[in-house]
T-cell receptor, first 115, second 116 residues
Framework: QKEVEQNSGPLSVPEGAIASLNCTYS??????FFWYRQYSGKSPELIMF????GDKEDGRFTAQLNKASQYVSLLIRDSQPSDSATYLC???????????????FGQGTILTVHP | GAGVSQSPRYKVAKRGQDVALRCDPI?????LFWYQQALGQGPEFLTY????????KSGLPSDRFFAERPEGSVSTLKIQRTQQEDSAVYLC??????????????FGPGTRLTVT
């Protein structure tokens, strides 16, 4: 079982719709959770981080964390074609006691927003 | 610019050659990470530096991989006797000590290594 799992997609949504991206993780001791966006051929760019159960909103983006279910999600409201990219879920911390920021990434979900 | 820079951006090496990849982190950033990203996969952790100290090298895939950051700023990832399975994008990331944005990592553009 991979430590961080994402559906590789592709996920296709129409412009203006809500895109829902999901991620599960195996290490129950994980502490911090991150969503990165990566355009083709570019480096990952941080969108949001969350470390408390519940929702965190930033503009059109909402991150949701449920530690009991070991589940984190990203909602993108009013999706735009410019949101088309690979979305990477990353997790920090856990049983290894690595509190300095080492990230474990999922394989990424490809999102396509079509006009 | 003030971002993380990496060089070269592209490197083609013949199998068995040694390569050196350079990372210039954001000025003043304490933490520096190297990741390896294979095609269609997420980045995988290789190693971590806090200033000049290499605190974690658990992700280095073999003893052919070596990283250093002698003065606590620029870092070099060296791969000896390259193999085809080393072909990937090598990403460098740096992070400040910032309690408001814990562990926020800024990625460089990466070096795409192709071993032929």
């Amino acid at each position: 079982q991979k430590e961080v799992e994402q559906n590789s997609g592709p996920l296709s949504v129409p412009e203006g719709a809500i895109a829902s991206l999901n991620c599960t993780y195996s290490d129950r001791g994980s502490q911090s959770f991150f969503w990165y966006r990566q355009y083709s051929g570019k480096s990952p760019e941080l969108i949001m981080f969350i470390y408390s159960n519940g929702d965190k909103e930033d503009g059109r983006f909402t991150a949701q964390l449920n530690k009991a279910s070991q589940y984190v999600s990203l909602l993108i409201r009013d999706s735009q074609p410019s949101d088309s990219a690979t979305y990477l879920c990353a997790v920090n911390g856990g049983a290894g006691g690595t509190s300095y920021g080492k990230l474990t990434f999922g394989q990424g979900t490809i999102l396509t927003v079509h006009p | 610019g003030a971002g993380v820079s990496q060089s070269p951006r592209y490197k083609v090496a013949k199998r068995g050659q040694d390569v050196a990849l350079r990372c210039d982190p954001i000025s003043g950033h304490v933490s520096l990470f190297w990741y390896q990203q294979a095609l269609g996969q997420g980045p995988e952790f290789l190693t971590y530096f806090q200033n000049e100290a290499q605190l974690d090298k658990s992700g280095l895939p073999s003893d052919r991989f070596f990283a250093e950051r002698p003065e606590g700023s620029v870092s070099t990832l060296k791969i000896q006797r390259t193999q085809q399975e080393d072909s990937a994008v090598y990403l460098c990331a740096s992070s400040p000590e910032n309690i408001r944005a814990p562990y926020e990592q800024y990625f460089g553009p990466g070096t795409r290594l192709t071993v032929t």
